[in-house]
């Protein structure tokens, strides 16, 4: 009985790509979340309006929990990759950190220098 689909208590097999997934979804979110923020504050006030207070801190927090949370996503995700899980999950969490860095390189150059 231990064998039959839908007894086994505890995680199945894929559980690693969905966590990946959710985590970078979540990453995702967070990254939004600043980068609204940071717009906002920035079309109403100006530079003054995100340079040291607390909309700046909030920010360059929100960068960091979303830069570390993709990066634990991709790690998840290629740990999922290498124990043969579907790739249909696994897009997101892969693709998430290389683009992350590729825009706050971009931004960093050209819009804050």
């Known amino acids: 009985m231990e064998d ?32 609204v923020l940071l717009g906002t504050a920035w079309a109403f006030g100006g530079d003054e309006a995100i340079s040291d207070n607390w909309v700046g801190m909030t920010v360059v927090l929100a960068l960091f929990a979303g830069l570390s949370g993709s990066f634990v996503a991709e790690m998840m995700a290629l740990w999922a990759g290498i124990r043969h899980e579907r790739w249909a999950t696994l897009w997101l969490p892969l693709a998430m950190f290389p683009a992350v860095v590729t ?11």
């Open 4 to 35: 039959a689909p839908g007894t086994r208590l505890g995680r199945d097999d894929r559980w690693a790509g969905r966590t990946a997934w959710r985590l970078a979804a979540l990453s995702l979110m967070v990254l939004a979340l600043g980068a």
């Open 103 to 113: 825009v706050v390189a971009l931004l960093e150059a050209f819009v804050f220098e």
